[in-house]
C-alpha cells in the first residue's frame, strides 16, 4: 500500500491543470495520458530524448520525481507515464526494458488493472496499491471505472535502434519563483526537430480499433 497522501500534491496539480489528450495513444485507449522523462521522438532520427512535457509541466514532473525517488525502489526507470481517466485497451508495453513500477490513485470506482496472460494473470484492484511486473510481456488493460481514475508508471525506456545513446543529466529546479527544467545543466524549454512546423492532421478516436496493441501504453 502507498499512503493516499503521497498522491496529494499531484492530484492538486491535475485538478488545477488537467493532462492534455495525448492522440498518439487512441490505439491502446482513451482519455488523458502524459509521458514524461526518456522517450521515443517519433520520426526524428536523433532519437529517444527527454518529453516535451518536461519543460511545458516542469513543477508536474518534478512532483513525479519526488515521488520516484520515495516510492520506486524495486526497478531502474528513465521514464514516466501519467494518466488521468484513461480506459487502457488490451496491449503490451513495447518499448520497457524489464519490469515497470505502476499505481493507481484518486476518487474513482472500478477500473481494476487485468492482466490477461502469464504468471501474474488475474485482476487487480490498483488503488492506492503498487505492482511490479513486466508490462511489455503480458496482456493487459483496465476495466471500466466511474470517477477521477489516474495512474502513474515507472519504467525504463529503451529503443534497440539507440541502445548506446546517452541523455544528459536532468533536474528541475526551482528559481526566480518559477520551476524551471534542466538538461544537461542548461535550462531547457524545447528541443530541436527536424519536422518543426509540420502540420499533422489528428486522428479521430472514434475511427481507431483498439482491440489488442503492441505499442507504447502505460496505464
Excluded at 17 to 29: A, F, M
Amino acid at each position: 500500500m502507498i499512503p493516499a497522501s503521497a498522491f496529494d500534491d499531484i492530484i492538486d496539480e491535475l485538478e488545477q491543470r488537467p493532462l492534455d489528450v495525448n492522440h498518439y495513444r487512441v490505439k491502446t485507449g482513451s482519455g488523458r495520458s502524459q509521458a514524461f522523462g526518456i522517450v521515443g521522438k517519433r520520426s526524428d532520427p536523433g532519437g529517444p530524448d527527454y518529453s516535451r512535457q518536461c519543460w511545458i509541466r516542469p513543477y508536474l514532473y518534478s512532483l513525479l520525481l519526488d515521488f520516484g525517488e520515495t516510492y520506486v525502489k524495486d526497478i531502474s526507470w528513465n521514464a514516466i507515464t501519467l494518466n488521468q481517466g484513461y480506459q487502457a485497451a488490451p496491449h503490451y508495453d513495447h518499448h520497457n526494458k524489464g519490469p515497470s513500477f505502476l499505481a493507481a490513485f484518486g476518487d474513482y470506482e472500478g477500473g481494476e488493472l487485468l492482466v490477461h496472460e502469464g504468471p501474474y494473470e488475474g485482476e487487480y484492484d490498483m488503488r492506492y496499491n503498487y505492482l511490479v511486473m513486466d508490462f511489455s510481456k503480458a496482456l493487459h488493460s483496465v476495466k471500466p471505472f466511474t470517477g477521477n481514475r489516474c495512474s502513474v508508471v515507472y519504467y525504463y525506456y529503451e529503443d534497440p535502434r539507440w541502445a548506446n545513446k546517452t541523455h544528459p543529466k536532468a533536474e528541475v529546479r526551482f528559481q526566480g519563483g518559477d520551476y524551471i527544467f534542466y538538461r544537461g545543466g542548461v535550462p531547457c524549454k524545447g528541443l530541436p526537430h527536424h519536422l518543426k512546423g509540420y502540420r499533422h492532421s489528428k486522428i479521430d478516436p472514434a475511427k481507431v480499433d483498439t482491440t489488442i496493441n503492441h505499442g507504447e501504453s502505460q496505464e
